[in-house]
């Protein structure tokens, strides 16, 4: 009797758990998303997606390459507001989980599908007035270009971070892999290479030895408009920034 009960209180947490998970997602994506039910999130379109596949026991490597919408929702991301010198312990990737079918139903389901969203913006205007083709899709065009405005208005020494932007299209697939990059999408963006950090550069050992020089300064506006920031991962992507604003409700 205990057993069903303590099973019973299990089964009901983690409920619990899915539907405020699920709640972040629809608010974050409303114009898109309509409730939560049964383990499935419901697109205003009258399609659903199912939210928990009970992959949990699964490693690392095999939910990154077949992600649940829970999968996408269960690591927290870590603002800078919340902790400035937060360095991710291993794993630790809010983000990089993605369930690709839900970013294929907002963005596009192929490369046909999401160039028809994308338009032109200026980056940096009056520093450099870099041309990128950004999606429409959640004002994501709108919002860079707020972001553009502000790192702008940062002082000179910040300049040498944000010129010559890596850019933001690009459909392909992540390296190595068979899941496409959500710059297939239009909906990330990367910043200047020759100040960037990545994981697998100069790798040599199991563990991976943390590197950044992006000033969180930079970081801070991006998170403000919905963006995290991939210098938040264990396996970290200093350059890159990528419009996920359901990691950021609190």
């Not at 940062?154 to 933001?168: A, M, R, T």
């Not at 990059?181 to 239009?186: E, G, L, V």
């Not at 910043?191 to 563990?207: A, M, T």
């Amino acid at each position: 009797m205990l057993n069903r009960a303590f099973l019973s209180l299990f089964l009901t947490l983690n409920l619990f758990a899915n539907e405020n998970l699920a709640n972040k997602l629809i608010v974050a994506y409303p114009l898109f998303l309509e409730k939560y039910e049964d383990n499935f999130i419901y697109f205003k379109d009258g399609s659903k997606l199912q939210f928990s596949t009970n992959n949990k026991n699964s490693s690392y490597e095999e939910i990154l390459k077949d992600s649940s919408l829970e999968n996408q929702m269960s690591i927290k991301y870590k603002k800078i507001e919340e902790n400035q010198n937060y360095t991710p312990q291993k794993n630790e990737d809010a983000g990089r989980f993605r369930n690709e079918e839900f970013f294929k139903k907002i963005y596009g389901k192929d490369r046909k599908e999401v160039e028809k969203n994308l338009v032109k913006i200026k980056w940096l205007p009056n520093l450099n007035n870099q041309t990128l083709f950004v999606t429409k899709i959640n004002g994501i065009n709108e919002k860079l270009q707020q972001i553009s405005s502000e790192l702008e208005r940062l002082p000179k020494e910040f300049h040498k971070y944000i010129l010559k932007s890596d850019g933001v299209y690009n459909f392909r697939t992540i390296s190595g892999t068979n899941r496409l990059s959500t710059h297939s999408f239009a909906i990330a963006i990367d910043l200047n290479k020759e100040y960037s950090n990545y994981w697998l550069w100069g790798k040599k050992k199991s563990d991976i030895e943390y590197k950044n020089q992006i000033p969180l300064e930079i970081v801070k506006i991006f998170e403000k408009y919905g963006f995290i920031w991939g210098g938040r991962w264990y396996h970290y992507d200093t350059m890159h920034f990528e419009y996920r604003p359901e990691l950021l409700l609190d």
